[in-house]
């Protein structure tokens, strides 16, 4: 068969259609799935058109002689034109595939009247290459979808010193801003119509507004030239008036202090609030097209299973006819409909974050830098969604009751065999975020006497915590994401090259570091427990014990480093310079790991390269010529 990823609803293809081969027509009134592409369609492309425009214009000037002002206005316009060929309209291909004999016995016709009058060809799915070009003209859709952005801004500030201390002038600056962000998204009718295979991205527009008057200081609050021990206070505030109808008056600041007891040492820390408006999108857009792999909390419930949300899951009438048919309900796995979708009570975000560290460059080691900080941010309210397992866990494994009166049900559909076919994703004001690292750089630079410079430059970061919470309707739900493959949040990242350079050569090497992850702390929480069973099995001398059991597959990944080799040379020519540079990236080839679609192959068997890992690109060289003049 062929055809695109997709299933075929029940009943689509009548067992009376001439092209159904007996093997097919014996499954009437199933589902039918399959997993190839219309080759003769054409392959899906899609073509992006896009165009930036951006203007600034401002005045400058003195005040009180010693103060100055600035005011500018600005204008800013983008827009993407992109469309997409050779997609299938599924509304036609149904209507293509209830095919029929015409009155004279012979000819094959579409069997709807209203498709006929349309031009609907019947299609052949039955065998390679056995679409012919009118049915695959008939199906094929080449919807479009732009999308225009536009902001005014209107600045004005002022700066200069806003009194005399002891230790010196505090210099400040006051101003005030307003600003206009406009987005419109329009899509081809068709997308919607006829249901198109490309996630469905529905026209939308708006805009937002916003008045904001801002002011920050440096007081400098201790100066000893004796011991060079000096002391700075900086501080900062904006507020912010925005038009979303459920957003008060914003305010954002900042204090922050750097105390340099001696000379080339110093100390610095820094506390603020910063608060988030829900950008356009996020407020009033309708659910935009989306797929994600989804752990159907009701695979494996029987009639009798006692499985977490198994009792509700069983009240589905999808899930108990799988059950009444095949004594057990499985979910197909693969990717599920799971579109995104805005709302319009979102109200701010707001961050608070603490920071506290040092910097040293000694005397006695010219050249040599270290910065160490430790921070901590937690951000309330933030805007996001829960993930697709947690809304599952809400409606069905929850104390707020199963059914239509659950707002996370009502975000669930499945089909009549109880496969989940969509889980919207709204956005809401429903977590906290907290996450605490340590960062460390460092630069050490030497002159190599008549032998030009080298450079060593690292930097480091070790995340402490990175989690986010929620209230559902039994209590705090927590997640760490700390080490965990999806989120992207490494335990350690780090960098280091190294760099020779002279007034014409540049010769650099680095290496990136990232530490070991897991596919998913739930899997490994699994795992362990699974282990220890099998342990105490093992020590009681059951016979149904694994004695060397096996790790599953997809569950750990090793740290991973790559490493980059560049060359430039740099000469003059005819009152230009000319840059020649090339290199080297990924020496070693060093890919990542495959990763499973879901974490788990036996799941959906279909794999790729993790993003993470840099999406599978191995070693690559390039050249290249810069010219300035």
């Known amino acids: 068969m062929t055809g695109l990823p997709g299933t075929i609803a029940a009943g689509s293809i009548s067992p009376n259609n001439p092209y159904v081969p007996a093997e097919i027509a014996a499954t009437a009134g199933k589902s039918i799935t399959w997993d190839r592409r219309f080759q003769e369609v054409g392959p899906v492309e899609s073509d992006n058109e896009r165009t930036t425009l951006r203007t600034w214009a401002g005045l400058q000037g003195n005040l009180f002689e010693t103060w100055t002002w600035d005011a500018s206005l600005g204008y800013g316009k983008f827009e993407q034109r992109q469309r997409r060929s050779n997609e299938i309209s599924i509304r036609r291909l149904q209507y293509a595939l209830d095919a029929e004999y015409a009155a ?26 056995s679409i ?28 200069g010193e806003l009194f005399e201390l002891p230790a010196g002038g505090a210099q400040s600056a006051f101003g005030v801003e307003y600003r206009r962000d406009t987005q419109a998204v329009d899509t081809d009718k068709a997308m919607r119509g006829d249901a198109i295979t490309f996630n469905d991205v529905p026209p939308f527009e708006g805009d937002v507004t916003v008045w904001e008057a801002f002011g920050e200081a440096n007081l400098p609050l201790l100066r000893d030239e004796a011991f060079a021990n000096k002391l700075d206070l900086d501080v900062s505030l904006r507020l912010a008036d925005y038009s979303q109808k459920n957003i008060d008056l914003m305010s954002s600041y900042r204090a922050g202090i750097l105390w340099e007891p001696i000379a080339n040492y110093a100390l610095r820390a820094n506390y603020s609030r910063s608060q988030r408006a829900p950008n356009i999108t996020e407020l009033i857009s309708p659910p935009r097209g989306d797929y994600d792999s989804i752990r159907d909390i009701c695979d494996g419930v029987t009639a009798t299973s006692t499985g977490a949300g198994h009792d509700s899951c069983r009240q589905d009438p999808g899930i108990a006819a799988a059950i009444a048919t095949n004594g057990v309900f499985e979910d197909e796995g693969g990717s599920k409909y799971s579109p995104n979708a805005g709302n319009e009570n979102l ?3 707001t961050a608070d974050t603490y920071t506290l560290g040092f910097t040293m460059a000694p005397a006695f080691l010219e050249g040599f830098n270290l910065a160490v ?16 397992e947690d809304i599952l866990a809400e409606c069905y494994n929850s104390s707020n009751p199963y059914g239509a009166d659950n707002e996370y049900c009502q975000v669930i559909s499945r089909d009549t065999e109880g496969q989940i076919t969509q889980v919207i994703q709204q956005e809401q004001n429903l977590n906290d975020i907290v996450t605490r690292g340590v960062d460390i750089a460092m630069a050490y630079e030497w002159q190599l006497d008549g032998y030009g410079e080298l450079s060593l430059k690292t930097n480091w970061t070790h995340v402490l915590e990175f989690s986010t919470s929620y209230y559902g309707a039994d209590g705090l739900v927590e997640d760490d994401y700390v080490g965990e493959l999806a989120s992207g949040i490494f335990e350690d990242r780090g960098a280091i090259s190294l760099t020779w350079s002279n007034d014409d050569w ?10 070991a992850m897991v596919d998913s702390h739930d899997r490994v929480e699994e795992w362990n427990v699974l282990k220890a069973e099998n342990q105490a099995k ?67 068997g279909n794999g790729n390269y993790s993003s993470a890992y840099g999406g599978g690109v191995g070693r690559y060289a390039y050249l290249g010529a810069e010219l300035k003049f």
């Not at 094959?108 to 052949?124: K, L, T, Y």
């Not at 049915?135 to 600045?155: E, H, K, M, V």
């Not at 900080?373 to 697709?388: Q, R, W």
């Not at 990924?586 to 495959?594: E, R, T």
Request: glycine share 8%; charged share 20%.
């Open 132 to 159: 012919s070009k009118e049915g695959a003209d008939y199906i094929r859709a080449n919807p479009y979808i732009n999308t225009d952005i536009t902001q005014f801004n209107a600045l004005g500030f002022i700066s």
């Open 538 to 604: 093992l020590d009681a001398g059951d016979a149904s014990a694994v004695a060397n059991p096996e790790t599953p597959a997809f569950l750990f990944y090793s740290s991973y480093i790559t490493h980059d080799l560049s060359v430039s040379y740099t000469m003059d020519v005819s009152q230009a310079e000319l840059r020649l540079y090339g290199g080297v990236r990924n020496i070693f080839d060093n890919q990542g790991p495959w990763v499973a679609d879901t974490g788990d192959l036996v799941e959906t």
């Open 104 to 129: 004279d016995g012979v000819t094959i016709q579409c069997a709807s009247e209203e498709a006929r009058a349309e031009g609907c060809v019947p299609v052949n799915i039955f065998g390679e290459g």
């Open 506 to 515: 540049r010769v650099r090497w680095s290496a990136k570091y990232k530490s």
């Open 373 to 388: 900080d430790y921070y901590d941010i937690k951000v309330t309210d933030a805007i996001g969604s829960l993930s697709n």
């Open 347 to 349: 109200t701010e975000e």
